[in-house]
């Protein structure tokens, strides 16, 4: 209840918060129901995190989830030892006691993806179960993610949503309908991936010696999506609707920089022009 913006927040969510569309929540549902184990990391304490996911998922938000992580101080929660933080009860929305480890499902504070990993062994069965991790931040989830615990990373970038609706596919080029995502709702306003300041997000212009034609290079930012991310896509509910065992062609080194962006890759890397890696 202090300062201007979680009281705000608090009054009035509706004026902030976008509702999680059907489809998302429907998907949710039917990855538990497959046996899929659910996580909600967040580094958002507990409160902010129950009055957010209550409004955008339900009061039954819960339900979803296995394990709920909040105060995660992400990206330490990926640090190995000397600097792991052991992980919290909670009461009240106030953090308790130290966790030597963590041996059930449920929802905590603080921790490390170490001790997590572990009980997600006991609760699998198996010994070396296979993590994917959705984030919107490289900083924050997916650099560290993929780096120090060599999970899956699906990088959730806002940027490729600047292409929906410019994009004319030929018919034969389109996927069938029932392999489609599909989005719900009004569509937000595309974004501008190339500022008038700064330019592309994706790619830049270096300017050439003399007498030679300046050349175009992967921006630093559009190297570490294909470095650490297993795939990039404008939205979970891009996805939402594709069946549960549909393969996504990933970023990799055998693969080209575009391979991993789904549906399509930015039109600006789509273009015949050639580009070179510095």
């Known amino acids: ?40 990391i967040t580094s958002s304490h507990s409160d902010y995190c129950r009055l957010l996911c209550e409004y955008i998922l339900g009061n039954d938000f819960t339900d979803l989830f296995d394990i709920v992580i909040t105060n995660a101080l992400k990206p330490g929660f990926f640090s190995h030892l000397p600097s792991q933080r052991p992980f919290r009860t909670l009461e009240n929305d106030e953090e308790q006691e130290a966790l030597p480890s963590l041996d059930k499902p449920g929802w905590y504070s603080q921790g490390n993806a170490v001790h997590l990993y572990e009980l ?9 179960p296979k993590v994917v ?10 650099f560290p993610a993929r780096h120090y615990s060599n999970w899956e990373t699906v990088l959730i970038l806002e940027e490729l949503r600047g292409d929906e609706g410019t994009r004319s596919q030929r018919p034969e080029e389109s996927e069938p309908l029932e392999k489609k995502g599909k989005y719900e709702g009004p569509k937000a306003k595309p974004l501008n991936t190339s500022s008038k300041k700064w330019g592309s997000f994706f790619i830049d212009s270096v300017l ?14 559009c190297k570490r999506i294909s470095t650490y991310s297993t795939i990039a896509i404008p939205s ?12 996504f062609t990933r970023f990799s080194s055998s693969n080209s920089k575009t391979a991993g962006y789904y549906p399509n890759p930015p039109l600006v890397l789509s273009s015949d022009e050639t580009l070179i890696s510095k």
């Open 1 to 40: 209840n202090c300062g201007i913006y979680f009281p705000e927040i608090k009054r009035d969510p509706g004026r902030y918060l976008h509702s999680c569309p059907e489809s998302v929540k429907k998907w949710l549902r039917q990855l538990k129901n497959a046996g899929k184990i659910l996580l909600l």
């Open 120 to 128: 997600l062994k006991k609760m699998t069965g198996k010994p070396e």
């Open 133 to 142: 991790y959705f984030g919107d931040s490289m900083h924050s989830d997916i």
């Open 208 to 221: 050439g010696l003399e007498n030679t034609e300046d050349s175009l290079v992967y921006t630093w930012s």
């Open 236 to 247: 979970i509910e891009a996805i939402a609707e594709l069946p549960l065992d549909y393969k």
